[in-house]
Each structure stands twice: as C-alpha cells, then as structure tokens.
C-alpha cells in the first residue's frame, strides 16, 4: 500500500520559514512526479479545492512553482530516502493552509494528450498524504 507521510507544519512568523516533508512508502517512486498543494478553504478534504504550490520530477529533479511562491519556497528531493522537502521562506498570512503532498506520472509523459494535467508537472495524483496545517501569523 502507497502512503506519503508529511510532517513539519505548524505555527510559523510572518516572513518567518518553514520546512515541510514528505516522505514515500509502498513503491518506487522512479518515473513519478511529486509535489505539494494546499487548501485554505472550509472543505479541507475536497481534493477538488486544492490549490497546486510546487512539483518535482523524481527522475531529473525538474520543477515547477505557482507564481504566488517562485522565489520564495524551494521543492528539492532527497531519493536515498524517498522524500521530498519544500522549503518556505517569507511566509506571508495567505500562505496558511492545509499542505497535502502528492504523487503521480509526470506531466511531462503526457504531451500532446487530450487531457490537461492537473497541474504544472503533475499529469494527475495517484495518491495523497493526510495533509499537514501551516498557520502564518503576526
């Protein structure tokens, strides 16, 4: 069974920083693409309202960021220990959220498919973690 265990959140200063983990169990995750996405809103276990923050490529370490982020949080991969980081610096208000990590094929696989990713480096999510709560305040 696939699991992807976050951890790492917590109550953080604003333009303060944190560092998110994740950590993947249950397969190889060679030729997948992970990344983290979060949600601010109510319905925290939507997937549908999850916002896309940044993805990696496990093969070439490509990646992609939500404007709102670029410059700011870092994702980087350590494949020894099948985890990913995303580092966050500057953390603004609009930063709290709930941050899922996620795993999937890389949209990079899927060019020239009818069928949009569901984000920037990410064709779909194959699997969720349980989520980890940032809350960015004075």
């Known amino acids: 069974q696939v699991r992807l265990a976050e951890s790492g959140g917590g109550p953080a200063e604003i333009g303060g920083s944190l560092t998110l983990s994740c950590t993947g169990s249950?397969?190889?995750?060679?030729?997948?693409?992970m990344g983290w996405f979060r949600q601010a809103s109510e319905k925290e276990h939507d997937e549908k309202e999850r916002?896309?923050?940044?993805?990696?490529?496990?093969?070439?370490?490509?990646?992609h960021y939500e404007d709102s982020v670029k410059g700011r949080f870092a994702i980087s991969r350590d494949s020894a220990r099948n985890t990913i980081y995303l580092q966050m610096n500057m953390l603004k208000s609009e930063d709290t959220a709930v941050y899922y990590c996620?795993?999937?094929?890389?949209?990079?696989?899927?060019?020239?498919?009818?069928?949009?990713?569901?984000?920037?480096?990410?064709?779909?999510?194959?699997?969720w973690g349980q989520g980890t709560q940032v809350t960015v305040s004075l």
């Open positions: 249950g397969r190889s995750f060679n030729g997948y693409a």
């Open positions: 916002e896309f923050v940044a993805s990696i490529n496990w093969a070439d370490g490509g990646t």
């Open positions: 996620a795993a999937g094929p890389p949209s990079e696989d899927y060019i020239g498919d009818a069928s949009e990713p569901v984000s920037p480096g990410l064709y779909e999510v194959d699997h």
